[in-house]
């Protein structure tokens, strides 16, 4: 049994965007997380679900790593999370003691912690149908025992499968403080489950607080920012990286400007390195490996065109314009949902579109040719998001 949280000093189990920390949208999310968490309470014990834990030390030091593998196990079986409080608390304690000494490990973080908080993901949607359920089932256990929760940075939908709509309707309800990433899509989806409007605020992307700040034009000679997620969630293949790359090269070239390939996720399945390894130029650093490091590479860009969500918001964030290019329904959705935070900075194309390919040079023109103008709403937008995420974060010491 947990003991009574403290103002000064609550037990905080962190499950983030992915554990493998190979995406630096995830991680730079998961380090904002960390860091309003410790402004609100010096103190907290804080502890993050990870399958890494040598990438946790580096990116997020002094927390404590949580075998992740202990949750994909204990919800292989799906423990029963229904009836009274104790006796949920009795039945996970003793599944604990009759299985590998990571389930046990958390779930005796689950039945010790103050809160459960899920930091920045996009992890209920129909694109990833496995890891909304376990989501769901994490949350379901965790109102089971009493454990207050909080999803933070969140990107919600599409959600059309209607299996997971039914079950999202009968878990997120409980759920005590939802942040969500835009507003277009999110607090519908969260309403038709039932879930309080009081219970949301649509802050924007955590990440925009790393990113956010830039000190001004990039130093000459600017650069034309590129990249794209290969991926089947994504909806971009190697076809469109073949034209895509065709289209920045002759964009650098009319403007007199170096491209800068941007590379968000190291995954093996999707590594964006790939993706434009060819315009590389020799001499050139090797792909940044921490979030910082991918926005001070974006910083010296004067526009980009990117295909991956965390490419877009590190550039806009620093009052850097955007096209982004959407292949499919989740990433529509993470785009047109940028597109409403930020304006006219972010262009959003339709890869599915008629002549989507043509539309990009007039685009990324017109953004290279206004991006001084453009900047200073960009980066109005990123503080007033930062702002909102900031106080929303402050809602979690009512949940203790």
Known sequence: MSAPPTASAPRILIDPGSHHLLNLGDVAMLQVCVDRLRALWPGAEMRVLT???????????????VDATGRYGLFETRPAARGPRRLARARLALAARRRPAA????????????????????????????????????????????????????????????ALRERAARVLPSVGLFTLREGLRGPAILASAGVHAANVVVTGDDAVELAGGGAG??????????????????????????????????????????????????????????????????????????????????????????????????????????????????YADKLHGLRDQFGEGCRVIDLGGPDALDAIEPALDDLWRRADELAVDLRAAAERQAIRGRDAYARLETLL
Do not use: M, W
């Open 51 to 65: 399958a890494a834990p040598e990438l946790l030390a580096q990116h997020c030091p002094g927390v404590t790593p």
């Open 103 to 162: 389930v046990a490990a958390y779930a005796h973080e689950l039945l010790t912690a103050d809160l459960l908080a899920l930091s920045g993901r996009g992890g209920l949607t129909d694109a990833f149908p496995d890891e909304s359920r376990e989501v769901l089932d994490e949350l379901e256990l965790a109102r089971a025992i009493g454990l207050p929760t909080a999803l933070l940075g969140q990107g919600v939908g599409p959600l059309d499968d209607v």
């Open 217 to 330: 034009s990039p130093k000459p000679p600017p650069r034309l920012g590129v990249n794209a997620r290969v991926a089947p969630y994504a909806g971009i293949d190697t076809e469109d990286i073949t034209a895509l790359a065709r289209i920045a090269a002759r964009a650098a070239e009319r403007h007199g400007a170096k491209l800068q390939p941007i590379a968000i996720s190291a995954h093996p399945a999707e590594d964006d390195r790939k993706a434009f390894a060819d315009l590389v130029e020799p001499g050139e650093p090797p792909a940044p490996t921490t979030p910082r490091g991918v926005v001070d590479a974006i910083g010296g860009c004067r526009a980009v065109v990117v295909g991956s969500y965390h490419a877009a918001v590190f550039a806009l964030a620093q009052g850097v314009p955007a096209v982004g290019l959407a292949a499919s329904p989740y």
